[in-house]
């Protein structure tokens, strides 16, 4: 059974940092390309960032400088680390685990407050 497990959300002030981590089980780690995604009220869900199985990265624009992804894949995680929040980047943060199939963790909630 695949599981994706966030943790690190919570409320932060503009201009802070939060660093999010995804633990995977019951995948081939190495073989999946991870990405964060996030789905803030009323819009579609978007992605964030995403790391190949090889480590090539990929961000949305209105995170590029101040996101970074990165994954462990001796410790089947990957995580997020975000810098110079903006109230904009108030979401539920999803982990996923794409392959041929996308799996998804539950979401955890990162709220930036002015």
């Known amino acids: 059974q695949v599981q994706l497990v966030e943790s690190g959300g919570g409320l932060v002030q503009a201009g802070g940092s939060l660093r999010l981590s995804c633990a995977a089980s019951?995948?081939?780690?190495?073989?999946?390309?991870m990405a964060w995604y996030r789905q803030a009220p009323g819009k579609q869900r978007e992605l964030v960032a995403e790391?190949?199985?090889?480590?090539?990265?990929n961000y949305a624009e209105s995170v590029k400088g101040r996101f970074t992804i990165s994954r462990d894949n001796a410790k089947k995680a990957v995580y997020l680390q975000m810098n110079s929040l903006k109230l904009d980047d108030t979401a539920v943060y999803y982990c996923?685990?794409?392959?041929?199939?996308?799996?998804w963790g539950q979401g955890t909630q990162v709220t930036v407050s002015s």
């Open positions: 996923a685990a794409e392959r041929s199939i996308r799996y």
């Open positions: 019951g995948i081939i780690f190495s073989f999946y390309a």
């Open positions: 790391i190949t199985s090889g480590g090539r990265t």
